[in-house]
């Protein structure tokens, strides 16, 4: 595409992450949004519905190409474009003047970080509401405005400007975190038992959230501290693979270095999707068995964590060798940005196995005494 062949968009980019959110693609893909959000200057909508979306838009036409400029034509006629995944948003939210997300941390910090403004419409469908509690304390802090479900998002649209610029002089502020996960390290080394010499470290991901939290987190650490480094995340999560490689090239170029191909493992889902309970005892026992003979064969001297499934077999491993083989495993588990109220499973489990258990909103303290408030995301005080 030449310089100036095509008319720069004013758009707005709709996302919902990995999860099926089709009440909110349905929301957007109608005549009265494209009529609102012309008659506020917009001209161009993109959507990202999501893997498992059963609902098609009607009024867009499919994104082929990722890398294509996705909204570009010749005259200011309004545009429509959707796609399901991509192992990145950050191309689409850049461009973006206008975000409308589900309430997942990732996409959350991410479209926060680009000042940019934000719309976020809790996905009521969820089993539990995590992501209300998440929306509503973002939205405590005059960072996002929060839409508590897909139906009230037009009336939001018409009667609020929406959050994510800069309109109370204290955004950068709050963006900007008193705590880092090299922090929490630094802070913890004694007990941790972390000496001078490089720890042989251990990363677990999991799908969507955890993996973009995990990354955003990982951004802050010194690798000369934590090497080798071994990512581990359940087999068939392409996704975070991908994401993977692309930390470790924005990595390698923050840090004007050539970029290396990350070390990963692989190991077996606990449950599928769907799957019987009855069968997943069996599933589960056997991901436990490769998990124990895959942390005894690495090694690990330290596991970073936070809340995926494919976390507690691992670290129970971890648990079991440095305990009764004597071999020293730190495990550090940081709980879910998502988490405000209450634990998560993992968290509910792993808290007892843990090193350094860390929260990083107050409220947790009252269901997990002891634990470490460290913000990683936020300014709180």
């Given amino acids: 595409m030449q310089q100036g062949e095509h008319t720069m968009r004013k758009y707005v980019f709709v996302t919902v992450g990995t999860t099926n959110f089709d009440g909110l693609i349905k929301v957007v893909d109608t005549e009265e949004f494209r009529v609102a959000m012309m008659a506020k200057g917009y001209t161009g909508l993109l959507m990202q519905i999501g893997n498992t979306a059963e609902y098609v838009p009607r009024l867009a036409s499919p994104l082929t190409n990722e890398k294509a400029d996705a909204l570009a034509v010749k005259d200011d006629a309004w545009v429509a474009r959707y796609y399901k995944l991509k192992p990145s948003l950050q191309q689409d939210l850049t461009a973006a003047s206008l975000v409308i997300s589900h309430a997942g941390a990732g996409t959350i910090i991410d ?13 009521t469908s969820l089993m539990d509401n995590h992501q209300l509690e998440l929306a509503g304390k973002v939205d405590s802090l005059h960072l996002i405005t929060l839409v508590p479900s897909e139906c009230e998002l037009m009336s939001k649209l018409a009667t609020d400007p929406g959050a994510g610029v800069d309109t109370h002089g204290d955004m950068k502020e709050r963006l900007t975190p008193s705590h880092t996960l090299q922090s929490i390290l630094t802070e913890n080394a004694s007990r ?20 973009a939290e995990m ?89 970073l964590c936070n809340g995926p499934g494919t976390c507690v077999p691992i670290v129970f491993s971890a648990w079991i060798l440095s305990t009764f083989l004597r071999m020293h495993i730190a495990v550090v588990y940081v709980e879910s940005l998502a988490r405000v109220r209450s634990l998560s499973l993992s968290g509910k489990i792993l808290r007892h196995f843990a090193d350094c258990f860390v929260v990083q909103w107050p409220e947790l303290v009252a269901v997990a005494p002891g634990a470490s408030v460290r913000n990683l995301f936020f300014r709180l005080d």
């Avoid at 941790?192 to 993996?211: E, N, W, Y």
């Fill in 111 to 123: 479209t926060l970080t680009l000042r940019r403004k934000m719309f976020v419409v809790v996905n």
């Fill in 192 to 211: 941790l038992r972390l000496g001078d010499k490089p720890a042989t470290t251990m990363s677990i991901l999991g799908s969507g959230g955890h993996t």
């Fill in 215 to 303: 990354l955003l987190g990982l951004k802050s650490l010194d690798r000369n501290k934590c090497m080798p480094f071994t990512y581990v995340m359940a087999a068939g999560d392409t996704l975070s693979e991908r994401k993977v490689h692309m930390h470790e090239q924005e990595m390698a170029e923050r840090l004007r270095v050539a970029p290396r191909a990350p070390h990963i493992i692989r190991i077996p889902r606990s449950r599928q999707v769907k799957q019987s309970y009855f069968t997943s005892i069996f599933t589960t026992l056997y991901a436990c068995v490769v998990c124990f003979f895959m942390v005894l064969a690495q090694r690990p001297q330290l596991i």
